[in-house]
């Protein structure tokens, strides 16, 4: 069993700035990647980003190219998505996810989910 923590959303105007974090507990040893997913109103659960534990090799989604970044602290178990330029289009729930898998898109192929953190951009 692996748990899954996040925690650093709220309430931002259009460009400012976020970073979430997600620490991961438990039965961590065969996580590969971490990734990154949002839910919005209306919309289905979307990937946003992932990140290879061994390497820090990163993996994101078109509409948040350039704008986040992933990075992980192996030590501390944690993976960070810093988040810049943020539009009001970028408002959701977002969770990180645990995989076995290298950075895939793939909500399918995550295994253990954290508990979600609301991002809501103002315009």
């Known amino acids: 069993q692996v748990q899954l923590v996040e925690s650093g959303g709220g309430l931002v105007q259009a460009g400012g700035s976020l970073r979430l974090s997600c620490t991961a507990s438990g039965r961590t040893y065969r996580i590969r990647s971490m990734g990154w997913f949002r839910q919005a109103p209306g919309k289905e659960r979307e990937f946003v980003a992932a990140?290879?534990?061994?390497?820090?090799?990163?993996r994101y989604a078109d509409p948040v190219k350039g704008r986040f970044t992933g990075s992980r602290d192996n030590a501390k178990n944690t993976v960070y998505l810093q988040m810049n330029s943020l539009e009001p289009e970028d408002t959701a729930v977002y969770y990180c996810?645990?995989?076995?898998?290298?950075?895939?898109?793939?909500?399918?192929?995550?295994?253990?989910w954290g508990q979600g953190t609301q991002v809501t951009v103002s315009s």
């Open positions: 990140i290879t534990w061994a390497s820090g090799s990163t």
């Open positions: 996810a645990a995989s076995g898998v290298v950075n895939s898109p793939y909500g399918h192929d995550y295994d253990n």
